[in-house]
């Protein structure tokens, strides 16, 4: 089913520039080790992504790329042409409880963490990692969670008749959602680099960061280090994908950074630690 996507793949990775090693076992983004390298790099890293966008673009989408939601995904916020087409015009964008239509003119191509090069998912346990892969699901929400603004904008997707399209835009305060408590906390601890709230020392399981990087070590790092295994440190938006799955009053939250290019993720795992949410492990993959 996904040989055709596989394809477009390879294609993209081709022309990726983008450093797939695991020096320091980050998620590629904007990987950097100073100021002016960081500007470098991260100039290097949009004009790959853009090239490899200008290569989606001018490829039609597998017929088999409908069946996984993601392999449609990665199609849509790449090619302006196929995501017009894909949207269900005028399309509804319901705030509270005023809904307005945008037009097909004045729609602009988004694309997403695209240009990031990678992307969040927020779940309360591994087993929710599988959902991404079922080829059964009739409505997938993408979720655009804005730290600061303490709003999520939800782009619903539907199955349709063997396509996937999106057919509504809902924005939602964090109170509204049934992670409330933890964006809110999210919020905070991105902005604060984590401070205060980090087990010490903390849990890791991963590449040995100080030998092999062939080897998978469980052992601790100092809490300063946790942000190192990430590309960057969310300032103000990051992403998460509901692909069905159920959150509940859960004591445990899995935020994983996964990259676009080569699949390397990072989980960060939470957990209730009587009424404050505290890191308590970084996994690396």
């Given at each position: 089913m996904?040989?055709?996507?596989?394809?477009?793949v390879?294609m993209?990775?081709a022309?990726?520039?983008?450093?797939t090693?695991c020096s320091?076992?980050?998620?590629?983004?904007?990987?950097?080790?100073s100021?002016?390298?960081?500007?470098?790099?991260?100039?290097?890293t949009?004009?790959?992504?853009?090239?490899?966008?200008?290569?989606?673009?001018a490829?039609?989408m597998?017929?088999a790329?409908?069946?996984?939601?993601?392999d449609f995904?990665?199609?849509?916020?790449?090619?302006k042409?196929?995501q017009?087409n894909r949207?269900?015009?005028?399309?509804?964008?319901?705030?509270?409880?005023?809904?307005t239509?945008?037009?097909?003119g004045?729609?602009k191509m988004?694309?997403?963490f695209?240009?990031q090069?990678?992307?969040?998912?927020?779940l309360?346990?591994e087993?929710?990692?599988?959902?991404?892969?079922?080829?059964?699901?009739?409505s997938?929400?993408?979720e655009?969670?804005?730290?600061?603004k303490?709003?999520?904008?939800?782009?619903?997707?539907?199955h349709?008749?063997?396509?996937?399209k999106l057919?509504?835009i809902?924005k939602?305060s964090?109170g509204?959602?049934?992670?409330?408590?933890?964006?809110?906390?999210l919020?905070?601890?991105f902005a604060?680099?984590?401070k205060g709230?980090?087990?010490?020392?903390?849990?890791?399981?991963?590449?040995d960061?100080?030998?092999?990087?062939?080897?998978?070590?469980?052992?601790?790092i100092?809490?300063?280090?946790?942000?190192?295994?990430?590309?960057?440190?969310?300032?103000?938006?990051?992403?998460?994908i509901?692909?069905?799955?159920?959150?509940?009053?859960?004591?445990r939250?899995?935020?994983?950074?996964?990259?676009?290019?080569n699949?390397v993720?990072?989980?960060?795992v939470?957990k209730?630690?009587g009424?404050?949410?505290?890191?308590?492990?970084v996994?690396a993959?």
């Amino acid at each position: 089913m996904k040989k055709a996507f596989l394809l477009i793949v390879c294609m993209c990775v081709a022309m990726m520039s983008i450093n797939t090693g695991c020096s320091n076992k980050k998620v590629d983004g904007a990987d950097s080790t100073s100021n002016d390298s960081a500007m470098a790099e991260q100039a290097d890293t949009v004009d790959s992504v853009d090239s490899a966008t200008e290569v989606i673009a001018a490829t039609p989408m597998p017929k088999a790329a409908d069946q996984l939601f993601d392999d449609f995904f990665f199609n849509f916020i790449a090619n302006k042409k196929l995501q017009l087409n894909r949207i269900t015009f005028p399309l509804p964008i319901i705030n509270g409880t005023k809904t307005t239509e945008l037009t097909r003119g004045k729609w602009k191509m988004d694309y997403f963490f695209r240009k990031q090069g990678y992307y969040t998912l927020i779940l309360d346990n591994e087993k929710q990692m599988k959902l991404s892969k079922s080829t059964d699901l009739d409505s997938v929400i993408v979720e655009k969670i804005h730290l600061k603004k303490g709003m999520i904008e939800q782009y619903w997707f539907d199955h349709q008749d063997g396509s996937w399209k999106l057919n509504q835009i809902k924005k939602i305060s964090f109170g509204e959602s049934y992670n409330a408590s933890f964006y809110t906390f999210l919020s905070s601890f991105f902005a604060k680099n984590g401070k205060g709230c980090i087990k010490s020392p903390l849990a890791y399981t991963g590449p040995d960061p100080n030998g092999e990087e062939t080897n998978v070590v469980n052992t601790t790092i100092p809490t300063d280090e946790w942000s190192s295994f990430l590309p960057e440190l969310p300032k103000d938006m990051i992403y998460n994908i509901l692909y069905g799955q159920k959150y509940s009053e859960s004591n445990r939250k899995i935020v994983t950074f996964r990259g676009l290019s080569n699949g390397v993720e990072t989980q960060l795992v939470f957990k209730l630690n009587g009424k404050e949410w505290r890191l308590e492990k970084v996994v690396a993959y």
